[in-house]
């Protein structure tokens, strides 16, 4: 069923409304498939019965159930004055229906004359109504509830009886010639048009102002065959002429209609053609007055399953609800204040108000303004109900009350002052502040000319009032509405404060484009001021007068200016000024308005054109007021964004991580429990159930004695079985001990977060040292230990069903207990683990960033802020050379401070180096998840070992690490605001990075080895080796196959251009397989040693720029493919022209382009890679891109071989395998 809505007063054009229908009973967000949708609306999804009475009464909760929308509506306005009339066209009245206590009649639209009762009366002349009436008058307080709603009812039907042949009477005779319609229309809705319009030409007899009808049209449940057109082509010729006859009634500017429907329609379609009931759907809004020609909402960015609101079947989760477009209506026919819109929409105050639809977003003569959402108002008078004081005040007809909430303004001026002061139109003539002596001049002949030197990726903010449009409108390039609402403590006028890109520029002159509306919200004066550091005082560059056109804009244009002309096709003003100073920083802002009135002001862009000053230029101290003693911006020099050396090379490992101590083959008995399943299956690697059932006698499990004679365990891995979700474990306890009469010592004990979804039985694991297996159900808990030991147990002391008892059941698929192996007869050696490696009194330094705050607040211990301002190098931070000589560390932990959560790091990343020549290793990176929760200044923070202070607001991570370092190096790439970019600030109150303390000259732990290959690697005599900037040459092009592309045999880019030293483009198109997309490579050397990869952005597309990599080696067709290294690409956004050729070296990459070098310890050579991009930094993009990519190494010679076992060795280089033994034997394992 489709129904249209006609009513008084609105559209010229048409406004779509996209993914819309009933929303949220009780939540007060939007829903997503990911919330249990079905218990939060309430209502009867699907079905038509449930769905229209739904939709015509808008009414989810029931609070006013039987009356609908527009009905109510038409109450609130009948109650303040306005003559109303419900009506329906021909069938269901739900929508037009009233409050039973308001108990006004819904008239009935007909081609049909109405019908004549009392016609064999008893009584004579009409005197039996007369009588019916008297029996069924006013009634007393003790009549019955029933007795009372009939007599109403049945009033109210006799008045609509006696009021249609009173109309009849009037009309008989008067010609309703229609011009547009025919005498007799073939089809239903065409004769149900033709009768509302004739019935809309008879409103001065019933003298009404405001009225609302509903009418259907049926026929649009296509299960079997999509004959969608054909019922458009039917609404579309009735609507064409039923416009053409209210504009011929002159009544089209004063009407609007919606379309809408009980539920869309599924966006696929089924196996008969046709489509099925689904959910959100798409309508529209049509009418003289509609500021239409735009789509009000959100539509979903997929159709498909990749949708937050696809519920499957092609069905869409509605994005806005019916709330938002009744709330636009509802005001512009005349309801105003939160009371009155409350009662005719119960279920309003679920949704953010600014969210909803004002009329002035729906219609050119809309009258409440858009901001009115930022206010509680509830009677309407425009003024907000803590300083109303009248808060019953009449209601507002148009204009707002004055500033008490009383009394609307008069016609003209008062005698007596107004509430609130207001300031003068006119300027003084002269400006109120004297300048201060000319700051440094700089010679103008070296800079660049810009239209504007503030982009739209200069940092900006708010001054001077507040407003829910994005700050960046004011400089974003196009005539996007700016709007501030002027605080009372802006005395100055209010504005903005911007901070270039640029580093530093003369500004010129300012150039201000109207808004789309709002002329009396222009601003009328101007002051640019500017400065060079945060917390130094503004400099007066320029203040006047502005007289801007009352011509507006339209909204969203892109402005087309040059340093020399404005956009001369703009509303707009430009005052040129004279100015040598150079700066930073600036604040515009606009003291007074074209109304005095006003509280808002409001443009629709502001350009400061002048000239960018070269990068270098160094500004010399200020004149007054005195600045306070400048800061050295940048401690030492500017460090590269990635390391120019490559770091140095592990020292031989003595410990070996594995994904689980508990290799399959290991002794396993269970524990405090009894079951027939074997025990193997716990270890098996398998997914295989293992379970016991508990004696009783404490929390079952098992216990193993591992077939390494030592290991070191550091987290437990627990993967659910097929079936049983009621008895997965959820606390474990994991203990250890050398000997079976040794008593068990704790490791770590804890919760498990295990989900019901189940593994299927027998399914292989497939598991690394640092990384579960990500296909399978489990859950991971990872923990600090040092201790080495030859047994272990494994108990888990309650499950999903409740706390273990006598016969309680305990099952899972597989448990891993990841870590270290240790060689027989190693010792491992003593080290302490500490809170933080970071002892207050460390070396502290600031890393691409400048602020005047002291570095030692990082890590003094408290939550004292510590604050960055990234200078547009890379990621901003700090370096920090502990007291300690060495240690390792193995988490982070960030504390909040005591303000600013717009700037909490959301991302980090910890490397190590031990000199100062020595490039840097990253140890962990990844996502921070702090809250927006503050903790107070300068609190101490108590912390441990193996916990963080939990009375501190904070974020930890841990992660496993085994290398030492003396210098470390912490940075954040992303903060809560942004991307770091030039002036982005990153915040916090304190990093700890937990770990252990290695005491001096002891450094033996290393970092984990790569995945041992299937078949054996080649090491690299590294002595014969040769370096190259790139193993990677043109040459080797026609050996690339692309992986996972959509066109692998239709090139977008030709493969060369990913390796032939040039700046050429190169891109993959994902084929949405899910699977990462990359490439393989044979380079022209036979065997190469790859220790980085250089990555060179492209001319355009910075969202497809890859922000993660994989790259593994191998040395035959047939072998699996080996890790080499994996991690996180941060590309800057600045792009390098087309062409350009790439001068690196085999130390450094080429510095004029913009890149990113990841770098990584290796000493593997291998004669084929595999290079794969599993994001990009838009996570939408289905386009990796990118100008170059080197591989830099060694290249090693042709001819060269190495050992395989038993061949004799100086050192592993020489050897086939990893493993150079003592006695000079090569070897496969370490020990023979």
Known sequence: MCFALAFYVFDRTIVFLPSMSLTIRYAAQPLTKHDDYFSLTKVQLGAHNHMQRETYEVDTRGIMHGSGVGGRILDVLNRHGHQTSANAVEGRDTLVKGSPNDNNPVWTVSERSPGIIDQISSLPDGAMLDLVKQLNGEGEPENSLYGETWSAKLSQSLFQYEESHRMQTELEGLNFTLTSFPESPEGTLDQRFKSLAEYMSTRHLRKVDREVFVLSHEGYDMHRENTLGKKFSELNASLQQFIEELKAMGIWEDTALVMGSDFGRSVTANSNGGTDHAWGGNYFLLG??????????????????????????????????????????????????????????PNRNNFDKCALFSDQDLFLNGEIPQTACLINDGDGDGVADEVDQCPNSQYWTGLASDASGCQPPTAGPTTSPTLVPQPTIAPSSAPSVPPTPAPTVFGVLEVTPKASVITPDSAIVRVGGSNNHAVGRAIDGTTDKYEVHMSDAAKTGAGFEVTPFWPHSIVQGIRVYTASDGKSRDPTQF???????????????????????VERNPQGVPIDSSPSAPDLAKAHQEVTFQNTAAYSHYRVTFPETRSTSSTIVQFGEVELPGVWV???????????????????????????????????????????????????????????????????????????????????????????????????????????????HSRDPMKFIVEGRNGDTEGWTIIAEGDLGLTTERNPSGMAIESTPTEPDMAKIHDEVLFQNTVMYSQYRVTFPEARSGSVAYGTIVQFGEVELPGLTVPPGYVLPTVTPVSTVLTPGSTVVRVRGYNTHTTATAIDGTTDVYQVHADGTGAPGFEVSPLWPYSIVQGIRVYTPHNGHGRDPMQFIVEGRNGDTEGWSVIALGDLGLTTERNPA???????????????????VLFQNT????????????????LMAYGTIVQFGEVELPGLTVPPGLFVMTPYPTATPTAAPVAAAESNAIPVSTVLDAAAAPSIVRLNDIYPTHWYHNNVNIMDGTTSIYEIRMDGSGLPSGLEVTPTWPHSVIKSMRVYTARNGNSRDPTSFVIKGRNTDGEAWTLIAEGALYLPTDRNSVGLTVNSSPSAP???????????????????????????????????QFAELELPGLAVPEGWTCGGPGASCGNSHECCSEFCLGTGVCSDVTTQ
């Open 288 to 345: 003289g007055s509609v500021d239409g020609g735009k789509i009000l909402g959100t539509y979903p960015e997929f159709l498909d399953e990749r949708s937050d609101y696809w519920t499957g079947r092609g069905r869409m989760i509605p994005t806005t609800p019916w709330e938002s477009v009744w709330n636009g209506i509802g005001q512009w026919m005349g309801v105003r204040g939160d009371n009155d819109l409350g009662w005719v929409l």
């Open 527 to 549: 002051v640019v001021e500017g400065r060079n550091r945060e917390g130094e005082a503004w400099t007066l560059i320029a203040g006047g007068d502005l007289n801007l056109s």
């Open 614 to 724: 070269p990068p270098g230029f160094v500004m010399t101290e200020y004149p007054t007021p005195a600045p306070s003693p400048k800061p050295t911006p940048a401690p030492t020099a500017v460090p590269t964004f990635k390391p120019t050396a490559a770091p140095s090379i592990a020292p031989t490992a003595v410990v070996t991580p594995v994904s689980t101590v508990l290799t399959p083959g290991s002794t396993v008995v269970r524990v405090r429990g009894y079951n027939t399943h074997t025990t193997a299956t716990a270890i098996d690697g398998t997914t295989d159930v293992y379970q016991v059932h508990a004696d009783g006698t404490g929390a079952p499990g098992f216990q193993v004695t591992p077939l390494w004679p030592y290991s070191i365990v550091q987290g437990i891995r627990v993967y659910t079985p097929y079936n049983g």
């Open 938 to 956: 300068g609190t101490p923070i108590n912390s441990s070992p193996s916990a963080p202070d939990t009375s501190l607001v904070h974020d930890e």
């Open 963 to 978: 290398v030492v370092y003396s210098q470390y190096r912490v940075t954040f790439p992303e903060a809560r605001s942004a």
């Open 1150 to 1184: 080429d510095m004029a382009l913009n890149h990113y070098e990841a770098t990584f310890p290796n000493a593997v050579a291998y004669s084929q890679y595999q290079l794969t991009f599993p994001t990009t930094r838009h996570p939408d993009s289905t386009i990796v």
